[in-house]
T-cell receptor, first 109, second 114 residues
Framework: QKEVEQNSGPLSVPEGAIASLNCTYS??????FFWYRQYSGKSPELIMS????GDKEDGRFTAQLNKASQYVSLLIRDSQPSDSATYLC?????????FGQGTRLTINP | ETGVTQTPRHLVMGMTNKKSLKCEQH?????MYWYKQSAKKPLELMFV???????ENNSVPSRFSPECPNSSHLFLHLHTLQPEDSALYLC?????????????FGSGTRLTVV
C-alpha cells in the first residue's frame, strides 16, 4: 500500500462547479496535512494546510480532514479555468513529508 | 531576495558533461531537500540535509552528488548523466525536519540530458 494515495485523474469539472479532490494515507500517527497546487512545468505551491479533524476554509478552498478514516480532501468552489493544475496531497510522516502522485484537474469553460 | 531560488532554470547537457544545480533559501530554514520529478511520475525525494548534514539518501546513483556548504545553500553536482535523468529538479526547504509546516519549493531546474 502506498503511503499517500490519490486518484491521478484527469478530473474534469465544468466552470463554476465544485471540484472535489481526495487523498488517503496509511500512517495513522500523521498529524499534518497539506495540499499543493502545481501548474504544468512549474514548482508546487502550498495552498492549504490542516492539522485537526473537520473543515478549514480559505476563500474558495476548503480542506477536510478525517483522521479516523485516514483521508483528507480539498474542495474548490466556483471552479475557474485558472484552477486547472495538478494537486498534490502531502502528509507529515516521520521526519519528512510524503507526497501523493497528484490529481490532474481540468476546469472546462 | 526571499523564498527559495534555484539556478539555472533550464539546463541542457551532454552525457559526458559536468554541471551543478544551485539552490539558495532566504527563509532561515534548517532543512533542505532535493526532489526529482519526471513526466507523469510523483515527486521522488533524493536527498535531505538537516543543519548541513546529509541525513537521507534515497538510493540515488552516484552520478548525482549533493553538497550543502551552509544552511542557506544546497548544490547538486551532475556527472555522466543518462537521458533518463532528464527531469525537473526541485529544491525545497523547511524550518527543520520535524516542522509541522509544509515545505517551500524553488522554481526548479528543467534538465535535459542529450
Amino acid at each position: 500500500q502506498k503511503e499517500v494515495e490519490q486518484n491521478s485523474g484527469p478530473l474534469s469539472v465544468p466552470e463554476g462547479a465544485i471540484a472535489s479532490l481526495n487523498c488517503t494515507y496509511s500512517d495513522r500517527g500523521s498529524q499534518s496535512f497539506f495540499w499543493y497546487r502545481q501548474y504544468s512545468g512549474k514548482s508546487p505551491e502550498l495552498i492549504m494546510s490542516i492539522y485537526s479533524n473537520g473543515d478549514k476554509e480559505d476563500g474558495r478552498f476548503t480542506a477536510q480532514l478525517n483522521k479516523a478514516s485516514q483521508y483528507v480532501s480539498l474542495l474548490i468552489r466556483d471552479s475557474q479555468p485558472s484552477d486547472s493544475a495538478t494537486y498534490l496531497c502531502a502528509v507529515r510522516g516521520a521526519q519528512k513529508l510524503v507526497f501523493g502522485q497528484g490529481t490532474r484537474l481540468t476546469i472546462n469553460p | 531576495e526571499t523564498g527559495v531560488t534555484q539556478t539555472p532554470r533550464h539546463l541542457v547537457m551532454g552525457m559526458t558533461n559536468k554541471k551543478s544545480l544551485k539552490c539558495e533559501q532566504h527563509l532561515g530554514h534548517n532543512a533542505m531537500y532535493w526532489y526529482k520529478q519526471s513526466a507523469k511520475k510523483p515527486l521522488e525525494l533524493m536527498f535531505v540535509y538537516s543543519l548541513e548534514e546529509r541525513v537521507e539518501n534515497n538510493s540515488v546513483p552516484s552520478r548525482f552528488s549533493p553538497e550543502c556548504p551552509n544552511s542557506s545553500h544546497l548544490f547538486l553536482h551532475l556527472h555522466t548523466l543518462q537521458p533518463e535523468d532528464s527531469a525537473l529538479y526541485l529544491c525545497a526547504s523547511s524550518q527543520d525536519r520535524a516542522s509541522n509546516y509544509g515545505y517551500t519549493f524553488g522554481s526548479g531546474t528543467r534538465l535535459t540530458v542529450v
